[in-house]
Nanobody
Framework: QAQLVESGGGSVQTGGSLRLSCAAS????????MAWFRQPLGKEREGVAW???????TYAISVKGRFTISRDVAKKTLYLQMSSLKPEDTAMYYC???????????????WGQGTQVTVSS
């Protein structure tokens, strides 16, 4: 059974940094596209960053240059290094996996439970 477990969320001040982790198990994570999505309270889920099976990365415009997605294939772990954090980055962050990369959350098969990131001004 596929499972994704996020960790690393927390509260930071504007300009701070956090690193999120997502441990994958129960499926061939190295052959899947993996992504980070976020959902601010009361808003729709939005894509943040994607990494495909070849290591190619894509970022939302709002985080490009501040966030870095990476994966450790041997550890079956996905990461999101977040720097220069802003209050508008406050959201529940989810990792997700799919056989093919897509911008849309509905195309992802596997989801973690989420980890909260709060950025105060």
């Amino acid at each position: 059974q596929a499972q994704l477990v996020e960790s690393g969320g927390g509260s930071v001040q504007t300009g701070g940094s956090l690193r999120l982790s997502c441990a994958a198990s129960g499926y061939s994570s190295s052959s899947h596209c993996m992504a980070w999505f976020r959902q601010p309270l009361g808003k729709e889920r939005e894509g943040v960053a994607w990494i495909d099976s070849d290591g190619g990365t894509t970022y939302a415009i709002s985080v490009k240059g501040r966030f870095t997605i990476s994966r450790d294939v041997a550890k079956k772990t996905l990461y999101l290094q977040m720097s220069s954090l802003k209050p508008e980055d406050t959201a529940m962050y989810y990792c997700a996996a799919s056989a093919l990369c897509s911008l849309y959350p509905e195309d992802f098969n596997y989801w973690g439970q989420g980890t909260q990131v709060t950025v105060s001004s």
